[in-house]
């Protein structure tokens, strides 16, 4: 199953590269992102991949929801959900993905009903169920967070991150209020009702994209 990286962390090979990469780190993200080699560092406008056969997401990867029960992936069927990695401690791209997430609700309206929208902590030493029911009401209440607190969900998770090909590692920081950040994959994935795994989004996807993909599935029901 390929991965799919914002940023695979190759050595650059090229002067705009590098330029592009010190300049990512001044920004302080920590997601991965893409780097396009070439004579221009803008990327075309971001579509969703469809994942052609789609991927069957095992029902039974459990792990603790922000209300600090048990929640499957089983649990999520019946609607379309939409599914993010990341983490509270983020200082960019998670803020911004969930902040878009709440514009896909917006422009689905009463169709967002129908959607579940997920994040799932990659940072389970720092992402406790009350740290994430604080967090996601201010994007909006409706929002699902999932994280590990026993090692049964460390084993769904890292089941989780193997079907989506999610990376993601612990990074030591200095001068900083965080003892670490997370680097991460900063994709966002769509599943239907059925539970399987039928397009990625690459960050920073349009939110009427994503919408109006889901409108149209939604329509051919």
């Known amino acids: 199953m390929p991965f799919h990286f914002l940023n695979q962390r190759h050595k650059p090979l090229f002067g705009m590269i590098v330029l592009a990469v010190g300049l990512l780190a001044l920004s302080g993200c920590t997601a991965v992102r893409d780097i396009v080699a070439g004579p221009t560092l803008t990327p075309p406008p971001p579509n969703g991949t469809r994942i052609e056969p789609p991927i069957d997401v095992p029902a039974d990867i459990t792990l603790t929801s922000h209300t600090g029960e048990p929640l499957s ?6 609607r379309y959900s939409l599914i993010y990695f990341g983490y509270t401690h983020c200082p960019d791209v998670c803020p911004l993905t969930l902040a878009e997430f709440n514009r896909v609700a917006l422009t689905l309206g009463e169709d967002a009903d129908r959607v579940n929208f997920v994040m ?30 026993t090692p049964e969900d460390e084993a769904s998770l890292t089941r989780a991150t193997e079907v989506f090909g999610i990376y993601y590692e612990y990074e030591e920081v200095e001068d900083t209020a965080a003892d670490y950040l997370v680097a991460h994959t900063a994709s966002t ?18 939110p009427e994209i994503i919408a109006g993909d889901i409108q149209q599935m939604l329509q051919e029901e």
């Open 73 to 78: 992936f089983g649990d999520l069927r019946g």
């Open 120 to 149: 799932v902590s990659v940072d389970g030493r720092r992402d406790t169920p009350e740290r994430l029911a604080a967090y996601l009401p201010s994007f909006n209440p409706d929002f699902i967070g999932l994280t590990t607190v």
């Open 189 to 206: 994935f769509l599943l239907n009702p059925e539970g399987q795994y039928i397009i990625t989004y690459p960050y920073q996807t349009p």
